[in-house]
T-cell receptor
Framework: DAGVIQSPRHEVTEMGQEVTLRCKPI?????LFWYRQTMMRGLELLIY????????DSGMPEDRFSAKMPNASFSTLKIQPSEPRDSAVYFC??????????FGPGTRLTVL | QKEVEQNSGPLSVPEGAIASLNCTYS??????FFWYRQYSGKSPELIMF????GDKEDGRFTAQLNKASQYVSLLIRDSQPSDSATYLC???????????FGTGTRLQVTL
């Protein structure tokens, strides 16, 4: 069974550009989570969806960040405009139970 | 006080020894507890979870939970060089419906 799928795996962009990260959760999982990981701050929850509905977006750092889940098999995290401090690894995770989460391979974002 | 605390390490153990990784948490309402392994440049991989006080064994891994002391640990028996990674402790609190991660302990298994 395929795990969580994320694309792109690496993204290099210039400050001010729009960045869109994509995630396909494990089939049958009804919760989806977006995390950001940096050396300084560790793994931080940005937002999570349950049954395609955003439940908690308190971790979204600024209005420049937005996330959508139009259906059970697809979610996007968008940063517009991007800034160098957004450079991090962004993980998507999914779960059937909210607590037992399985992570995708991540997208390494570099904003120059 | 951090919600989930781990010693950052590195914890260095010789091959074949027992590695003991520890984690404390602040929210007494926490319900479930997880250990993830993360190799450098890779994503966190779920390796153990525990819900009740006591020990839970899976192969070379044993998770231990003491809710009274707000303490959870992971023991790795017969440590192998392939166990060298960062181990993340995660705690789920139902009221917040949130999984909170520690900053991880880096384990080095030496030959």
């Amino acid at each position: 069974d395929a795990g969580v799928i994320q694309s792109p795996r690496h993204e290099v962009t210039e400050m001010g550009q729009e960045v869109t990260l994509r995630c396909k959760p494990i089939s049958g999982h009804n919760s989806l989570f977006w995390y950001r990981q940096t050396m300084m701050r560790g793994l931080e929850l940005l937002i999570y969806f349950n049954n395609n509905v955003p439940i908690d977006d308190s971790g979204m750092p600024e209005d420049r960040f937005s996330a959508k889940m139009p259906n059970a098999s697809f979610s996007t995290l968008k940063i517009q405009p991007s800034e160098p401090r957004d450079s991090a690894v962004y993980f998507c995770a999914s779960s059937f139970r909210e607590d037992t989460q399985y992570f995708g391979p991540g997208t390494r974002l570099t904003v120059l | 006080q951090k919600e989930v605390e781990q010693n950052s390490g590195p914890l260095s153990v010789p091959e074949g020894a027992i590695a003991s990784l520890n984690c404390t948490y602040s929210d007494r309402g926490s319900q479930s507890f997880f250990w993830y392994r993360q190799y450098s440049g890779k994503s966190p991989e779920l390796i153990m979870f525990i819900y009740s006080n006591g020990d839970k064994e899976d192969g070379r891994f044993t998770a231990q939970l003491n809710k009274a002391s707000q303490y959870v640990s992971l023991l790795i028996r017969d440590s192998q060089p392939s166990d060298s990674a960062t181990y993340l402790c995660a705690v789920f609190t139902g009221t917040a419906s949130k999984l909170t991660f520690g900053t991880g302990t880096r384990l080095q298994v030496t030959l």
